[in-house]
């Protein structure tokens, strides 16, 4: 017997054949979940209809190239994708939180990124790890002065995500902060590699009007229900009770992220250095400002991936019987989580 979705979920598969037999059921079908779905449309034909110009570009055509080089599997790209570009991020990662909190917490910042509740996203058919790998990438660059380098990822990850546009203001404050040389071409790399992620974005968003698709912010109403909101009234529409979901278990995993992420950036405020701090704190305000109509915070715990902070956070935090009770729990909730992803109930 093969692994058959509920009826709810064949709508959702948009004429993607599902994988529901065998061991490819297990290690590609599962992952054919929400919106793996639409980037692995993205990746087989482009953009064929308008909705799908609502995805980023960069994520869906990497997994084309690498499923191209896979002789033509193109989910298994996207996979290998996303898993490259952890590994890759959790390298940096740990480079990173070793100069702010030290190897030991470095370490526990590491093993919180990969247990973390919705980590199994960077894991899935989605961009968040690429985006953390890419953001990383220009902070390291940037915090060395290798303002070519800082400025391709800050780029790239204008064109993967739109959590990517707080980096602007990260790379800004480093290229700010670093002292003169008197050299003019310098000067304008050091705050040209600040621009490039919000030049991404802008690329796709001036390639979408070009194409004549509907504006962005009215796709995302139409097709998902997402708005912009003031971040105070998403917090006040949780205690609402004709618009809170959280009343059931699934919906507190939004609302403990915010938590978190908010206590994370008190925390880094005499810890960590300005830069991140302004990161992490305009990530969140960016988070906060737009949900969607139905559900306070909608994705929240899953945009947040890319707030590397946040997880040196928790290493700092997970020393000794913390960390010993915290990372199972950690674990098992995330087990949690994927399973209600995969079962087409809940997609953060």
Same mark, same amino acid.
């Given at each position: @017997?093969?692994?058959?979705?509920?009826?709810?979920?064949?709508?959702?598969?948009f004429? =993607?054949?599902?994988?529901?037999?065998?061991?490819?059921? =297990?290690?590609?079908?599962?992952?054919?979940?929400?919106?793996?779905?639409?980037?692995?449309?993205?990746?087989?034909?482009?953009?064929s =209809?308008?909705?799908?110009?609502?995805?980023?570009?960069?994520y869906?055509?990497?997994?084309?190239?690498?499923?191209?080089?896979?002789?033509?599997?193109?989910?298994?790209?996207?996979?290998?994708?996303?898993?490259?570009?952890?590994?890759g991020?959790l390298?940096?990662?740990?480079?990173?939180?070793?100069?702010?909190?030290?190897?030991?917490?470095?370490?526990?910042?590491?093993?919180? %990124?990969?247990?973390?509740?919705?980590?199994?996203? @960077?894991?899935?058919?989605?961009?968040?790890?690429?985006?953390?790998?890419?953001?990383?990438?220009?902070?390291?660059? %940037?915090?060395?002065?290798?303002?070519?380098?800082?400025?391709?990822?800050?780029?790239?990850?204008?064109?993967?995500?739109?959590?990517?546009?707080?980096?602007?203001?990260?790379?800004?404050?480093?290229?700010?902060? =670093?002292?003169?040389?008197?050299?003019?071409?310098?000067?304008?790399?050091?705050?040209?590699?600040?621009?490039?992620?919000?030049?991404?974005?802008?690329?796709?968003?001036?390639?979408?009007?070009?194409?004549?698709?509907?504006?962005?912010?009215? /796709?995302?109403?139409?097709?998902?229900?997402?708005?912009?909101?003031?971040?105070?009234?998403?917090?006040?529409?949780v /205690?609402?009770?004709?618009?809170?979901?959280?009343?059931?278990?699934?919906?507190?995993?939004?609302?403990? %992220?915010?938590?978190?992420?908010?206590?994370?950036?008190?925390?880094?405020?005499?810890?960590?250095?300005?830069?991140?701090?302004?990161?992490?704190?305009?990530?969140?305000?960016?988070?906060?400002?737009?949900?969607?109509?139905?559900?306070?915070?909608?994705?929240?715990?899953?945009?947040?991936?890319?707030a590397?902070?946040?997880?040196?956070?928790?290493?700092?935090?997970?020393?000794?019987?913390?960390?010993?009770?915290?990372?199972?729990?950690?674990?098992?909730?995330?087990?949690?989580?994927?399973?209600?992803?995969?079962?087409?109930?809940?997609?953060?």
């Open positions: @017997m093969g692994l058959i979705p509920p009826d709810a979920g064949r709508d959702y598969y004429g =993607v054949q599902p994988i529901t037999h065998g061991v490819s059921a =297990v290690l590609l079908g599962l992952a054919q979940r929400w919106d793996a779905i639409h980037y692995l449309r993205i990746a087989t034909g482009g953009y =209809v308008a909705e799908l110009s609502a995805f980023f570009p960069l869906p055509l990497a997994g084309r190239a690498v499923g191209w080089l896979l002789g033509g599997h193109l989910l298994a790209g996207l996979l290998l994708v996303s898993n490259a570009a952890l590994l991020a390298v940096l990662l740990y480079r990173v939180a070793n100069e702010c909190i030290g190897p030991s917490a470095a370490a526990r910042a590491t093993v919180s %990124a990969a247990f973390f509740p919705t980590s199994f996203f @960077m894991y899935a058919a989605y961009p968040q790890s690429l985006a953390l790998f890419l953001g990383l990438t220009a902070y390291w660059m %940037a915090t060395r002065e290798r303002w070519l380098g800082a400025a391709a990822a800050g780029l790239a990850l204008g064109l993967t995500h739109s959590t990517g546009l707080p980096l602007a203001l990260m790379v800004g404050w480093i290229a700010f902060r =670093v002292r003169p040389h008197g050299d003019r071409l310098g000067a304008i790399a050091r705050f040209a590699s600040a621009s490039t992620p919000l030049l991404g974005t802008a690329l796709f968003l001036a390639w979408r009007v070009r194409r004549g698709l509907p504006p962005y912010a009215e /796709l995302l109403r139409e097709n998902w229900g997402r708005i912009a909101i003031w971040p105070w009234e998403n917090l006040l529409n /205690l609402h009770p004709a618009r809170s979901p959280y009343l059931f278990l699934m919906g507190w995993f939004n609302i403990v %992220a915010v938590i978190l992420s908010v206590a994370a950036l008190i925390w880094a405020t005499k810890r960590l250095p300005a830069a991140q701090i302004l990161f992490l704190a305009a990530t969140i305000v960016l988070l906060l400002g737009n949900t969607t109509i139905l559900e306070p915070l909608s994705g929240f715990a899953r945009y947040a991936l890319v590397f902070p946040l997880f040196i956070a928790f290493g700092a935090w997970t020393r000794g019987a913390w960390g010993r009770v915290a990372f199972p729990i950690s674990a098992a909730v995330q087990l949690y989580a994927f399973g209600l992803f995969t079962a087409w109930i809940w997609v953060g």
